[in-house]
């Protein structure tokens, strides 16, 4: 059966362990509770967790074993920066320090034309025709370079490339994703100033600069030449270029891009560039440990229940409420122990749907009070904040969902030891509300309202916060267009890449077959763990019960989706074609 109402159907980051079951679970069975459990048996299950928590199962007998993997992908790496930026300086001191590979689709364009490869030939025809390579060409000559195992055992350092939003999201398509995309920043009248002083010794091919970088002897200084190119009116037009492409490419790596200002001392520089790099480093250590400590203990200590039933019988019951409300926490804490800091839950069961007439404030504030009291339990100093009134005059207000919300965390029972008011603290959504004493901070539900950003105190409150970590629970940041539709225009694409900032930590989403009923199935991840995409049936006796259908590394789309539900084969009906096809054939290889 296609599903027909995912598009109305909001998202959940759900975080916890991965599920040990296999695509066709055989442990699988309702227990006496409303959660799923492993029957007893006499056959125990190997799980075998490979990279980027990739599981296999296996069947032996008596008990129940678990092995991990100890090797983490290696670093992968995405510089850019405009012409004279500094860009190849900071390859060379990056690939001294971390061993990676350097890999430049200039190097690239002339290796394989040298070379004679298939690739190379087909390159070779365009630039004999004096037109450029396209896109799928020089896509391919750079899928096949990291397809190497230099590249895969030491990792790679890919040098500005990709320089266009099409070649941006062709690397999208074939999973090529960097660990983080570091952008050089640096005044157009100093690149303008580099460029037109910059001279070319033709003997030994070392570059200077007229004023910052003379030559050491008149004897070289008579012999230098200029490039082509290196003068200001070309080096202007190279620079709008440059920004026109990488201001579209942005959109896809805005969430792991770090802007660095280029106009310092290279030493200085890299010192910043060294920095996140091993930030990025420890993270992938962290989840490789995390990884490799996985045992039936720590599953057992996650609470890990499966998937709860009975999810469409409102009140939900106190039981579901409390696992979703621990399930949430122990991914919200295991996030924000690796070092995030822009984090968003999205949950969206009946009670936290308000899409649904069943949508209940009170359990959204009881996971809010929830969340805010384990951190204070742990020292944290937590501001809880909810959005005030939008607009102004006969216009002022704020959207429904939330009507009320300040009033209800205020009265609510915090306990008897005094967190209110000292621990935690309310306040609203915006940067004057961030306070030095505040260590983390939770935004109740913060959304659009019709013709009014949230974004616009959103930022600078996150740019107040700095390292401090941000929470957003059950966020709606897309845009609410006014009556005349301005708001779906003007500033579009800025506000889309910083809403795309935060990351999820929690997700759990239900897919119906029809509005709300039935149930087909459900979505979670639980960080930092894979997506599981889950199948409602009733075994036998009539019980309901979630059986697992697949595992993503990504957010599946919609159509992955129906065609788990439907039982077809991962890509079973895209098998790619053409260039794409060859592309895809040198990743499998």
């Known amino acids: 059966m296609m599903l027909t109402s995912l598009s109305h159907i909001q998202s959940t980051n759900v975080y916890s362990t991965p599920s040990i079951f296999p695509i066709s679970p055989p442990l699988l069975s309702s227990s006496s509770s409303s959660f799923l459990s492993l ?101 391919a000559m750079v899928t096949s370079r990291l397809s190497r195992e230099d590249a895969k055992e030491k990792g790679w350092l890919l040098d500005g490339y990709p320089r266009s939003f099409s070649q941006a999201q062709s690397l999208q398509s074939l999973k090529i994703i960097p660990d983080v995309y570091i952008v050089l920043d640096v005044p157009d009248e100093i690149l303008i100033d580099r460029c037109v002083g910059r001279r070319l010794d033709p003997v030994t091919k070392k570059i200077y600069h007229i004023r910052n970088f003379p030559p050491e002897t008149e004897e070289i200084k008579a012999r230098l030449t200029t490039r082509p190119d290196d003068t200001e009116e070309k080096v202007k037009a190279r620079l709008e270029i440059y920004k026109k492409n990488a201001d579209a490419i942005l959109s896809t790596y805005s969430n792991i891009m770090k802007r660095i200002d280029g106009n310092h001392p290279k030493e200085v520089i890299f010192g910043e560039i060294d920095s996140i790099l091993t930030r990025v480093l420890n993270a992938k250590e962290k989840k490789r440990k995390l990884g490799s400590s996985l045992s039936q203990s720590s599953l057992v200590q996650d609470n890990w229940r499966g998937i709860p039933t009975k999810l469409n019988n409102i009140p939900h019951s106190r039981d579901i409420r409390n696992y979703f409300y621990d399930d949430v926490l122990q991914a919200t804490k295991r996030s924000i122990n690796d070092g995030g800091i822009r984090l968003k839950v999205e949950i969206n069961i009946p009670e936290l749907n308000p899409e649904m007439d069943v949508y209940r404030i009170g359990t959204l504030m009881e996971l809010v009070r929830t969340l805010a009291l384990s951190f204070a339990d742990d020292g944290k100093s937590v501001k809880v ?151 409602r049936v009733n075994d036998p006796s009539g019980k309901e019960k979630y059986v697992i259908l697949s595992t993503y590394p990504q957010k599946p789309t919609i159509d992955e989706v129906n065609d788990a539900f439907e039982g077809k084969p991962r890509n079973e009906n895209k098998k790619a074609v053409g260039i794409w096809g060859f592309l895809s054939g040198i990743l499998q290889n």
């Open 385 to 535: 904040c909810v959005q005030g009134s939008m607009g102004e005059g006969a216009l002022a207000g704020m959207p429904l969902q939330l009507a009320g919300t300040r009033q209800i965390l205020e009265y609510m029972d915090w306990g008897e030891y005094g967190a209110m008011g000292t621990f935690i603290k309310i306040g609203a959504i915006g940067a004057k509300h961030v306070d030095e004493t505040d260590d983390l901070f939770i935004l109740v539900a913060p959304q659009n309202a019709v013709g009014n950003c949230i974004i616009e105190d959103l930022q600078p409150m996150t740019d107040a916060a700095g390292d401090r970590p941000v929470i957003l629970v059950n966020p709606r940041l897309k845009d609410l267009p006014a009556s005349s539709g301005i708001m779906q225009t003007m500033g579009r694409d800025k506000r889309l890449k910083y809403a795309a900032t935060f990351e999820n930590c929690y997700l759990f989403r239900l897919y119906y077959a029809g509005t709300q009923y039935p149930i087909m199935g459900a979505l979670r991840m639980s960080y930092p763990y894979r997506y599981e995409l889950y199948k």
């Open 39 to 139: 029957e007893p048996s006499s056959h125990r299950v190997a799980l075998h967790v490979y990279s980027n928590d990739r599981l296999r199962i296996t069947h032996k007998s008596n008990g129940l074993k678990l092995s991990c993997s100890s090797k983490e992908p290696p670093l992968k790496v995405m510089i850019s920066g405009a012409p004279a930026s500094g860009k190849g300086t900071q390859c060379e001191l990056i690939v001294k320090k971390f061993g990676l590979v350097h890999i430049s689709t200039g190097d690239l364009l002339r290796a394989e034309v040298s070379s004679g490869t298939e690739i190379g030939n087909k390159a070779k025809e365009f630039m004999n025709a004096g037109k450029l390579v396209p896109d799928e060409i020089v896509t």
